[in-house]
């Protein structure tokens, strides 16, 4: 006897959010929230269900991506009054967050998270919109492994390669030197223009 697929959630419905809760959606139910609830109308109206707070997500899903803005916004969704803290539900489940942040707030809220049973995975993605419409996002991936295992269904689901490059705030630590190289290349290409 197999076991029950998992439950997918996602917050925050962003260019990014949306099309990567498609692709969770054509796989089983999904649970979505956003601070602009007429943000999730279109996928609610595709057979998502609607959350009225974060942590209602969280209640109903055992895997739950986030793609959103910043740090703060990052931290509010779970650590705020109505974020994945509050949930009645929290043991064992895990949260993957596709932002791109400062790798010390991935620490502090992995850290957090850890003392009410919920996993945490800092996972910034590359690729941009066209390849989280196609899912073949490349996912940097930081936490610990059992959590990393425990959220692979989810991944998968929206990304093409996914590299674990280790504990909580690794995944954001190299998006930055990522993104650092890009910024270079793209000064030196300037110049050269020049």
């Known amino acids: 006897m197999s076991a029950s697929p998992p439950?997918?959630?996602?917050?925050?419905?962003?260019?990014?959010?949306?099309?990567?809760?498609?692709?969770?959606?054509?796989?089983?139910?999904?649970?979505?929230w956003?601070?602009?609830?007429?943000?999730?109308?279109?996928?609610?109206?595709?057979?998502?269900?609607?959350a009225g707070t974060p942590a209602e997500v969280l209640d109903g899903s055992d895997i739950v991506g986030v793609c959103v803005l910043d740090g703060s916004a990052v931290r509010e969704i779970a650590l705020g009054e109505t974020g994945f803290v509050a949930a009645t539900e929290k043991a064992g489940k895990v949260v993957v967050d596709f932002s791109s942040i400062a790798p010390d707030d991935a620490r502090e809220i992995a850290a957090e998270l850890a003392e009410h049973g919920i996993g945490w995975?800092?996972?910034?993605?590359?690729?941009?919109?066209?390849?989280?419409?196609?899912?073949?996002l490349i996912v940097l991936a930081g936490g610990r492994e059992e959590?990393?295992?425990?959220?692979?269904?989810?991944?998968?689901?929206?990304?093409?390669?996914?590299?674990?490059?280790?504990?909580?705030?690794?995944?954001?630590?190299?998006?930055?030197c990522n993104q650092m190289i890009v910024a270079n290349n793209m000064m030196v290409i300037a110049e050269t223009i020049a």
């Open 34 to 50: 956003n601070r602009t609830q007429s943000r999730a109308d279109a996928l609610v109206a595709e057979g998502a269900r609607r």
């Open 121 to 136: 995975i800092d996972a910034p993605v590359s690729g941009g919109v066209p390849a989280a419409e196609k899912a073949s």
């Open 147 to 176: 959590d990393i295992e425990k959220a692979r269904p989810l991944i998968e689901r929206v990304s093409a390669r996914m590299t674990h490059l280790g504990p909580s705030g690794s995944g954001q630590l190299a998006k930055l």
């Open 7 to 32: 439950r997918f959630g996602f917050a925050g419905l962003g260019v990014m959010g949306v099309p990567m809760s498609r692709h969770l959606l054509a796989a089983g139910p999904l649970t979505v």
